[in-house]
């Protein structure tokens, strides 16, 4: 029996019971198919998801997006959806001149382009804003996310290295949203702000850190010679019983001094 032919009240009840459980049930798959992966850790792109893609730095802030994507209304979280996936597409499409930019940051190609403070301070600057700067957020956090996967992919352009972070973000943003909307309440809006406020100073420690020049270990010392050794004291006296060097000898030539007579 298809839901049109319930009654409007059942149609409702149903379409509440579904609102309500698909966030934690698409949480709940997602789990399950990391628990998956974990279980193939043998396969290298098993390997490279459970530490690359689903690391705290790639992780947090595409939770904070997916919680200022349940603070703002369906039109809002629409658009945003769709930024995301436009800025991820971006990304890939505008990789070398985003690089260039990013490059004119001082050791900003030692630390990833600093894609994951940028990607914190977006996030942050959504929820502050009580989620109507979500949709810009997305959007750099789509484009942050597609330079990650450049920078980091192991494989030659192998699409499954592409294609599951690219999921595993829309899961992660998508699972989180449709849980709070189904579930919002009015302190959602300070529990965002707070949320907000810790993933600002994430991102602004995170980056000013990658900005610190490293000190410069002290060169090792020089392979020098051994200096030369002063004589003992009492080395330039003569042996008891021989010469002293540089002196004559008191026995007429031709008389060896230790034949027995």
Not at 54 to 65: D, F, K, Q, S, T
Not at 137 to 144: D, N, T
């Amino acid at each position: 029996m298809s839901p049109r032919s319930l009654p409007p009240d059942a149609r409702a009840r149903v379409f509440a019971v579904a609102r309500k459980w698909s966030g934690p049930v698409l949480a709940g798959l997602g789990v399950a198919a990391i628990a998956l992966l974990a279980a193939a850790s043998e396969s290298p792109l098993a390997r490279w998801t459970l530490t690359d893609t689903l690391a705290p730095e790639r992780v947090l802030p595409l939770i904070g997006l997916g919680v200022a994507f349940g603070l703002v209304g369906v039109r809002v979280y629409s658009a945003a959806l769709l930024l995301l996936g436009l800025g991820i597409i971006a990304g890939f499409t505008a990789e070398d001149r985003l690089l260039r930019i990013l490059d004119a940051i001082p050791q900003a190609a030692t630390h990833l382009f600093l894609t994951g403070p940028i990607s914190f301070l977006a996030a942050g600057v959504a929820l502050v804003s009580g989620g109507w700067l979500a949709p810009f957020a997305a959007l750099v956090v789509g484009a942050m996310l597609a330079l990650i996967i450049k920078l980091t992919d192991p494989s030659l352009h192998d699409p499954a290295y592409t294609w599951t972070p690219i999921l595993i973000a829309f899961w992660i943003a998508v699972a989180v949203s449709m849980t709070l909307r189904a579930y919002r309440h009015r302190w959602f809006l300070i529990f965002g702000r707070i949320l907000g406020s810790w993933l600002l100073a994430i991102g602004l420690l995170y980056g000013g850190a990658s900005l610190v020049p490293k000190r410069q270990p002290p060169p090792p010392p020089s392979m020098a010679l051994p200096p030369v050794l002063a004589p003992a004291p009492g080395a330039d006296r003569a042996i008891p019983g021989l010469p002293v060097p540089d002196q004559p000898s008191p026995l007429p030539r031709g008389v060896d001094r230790f034949r027995q007579p």
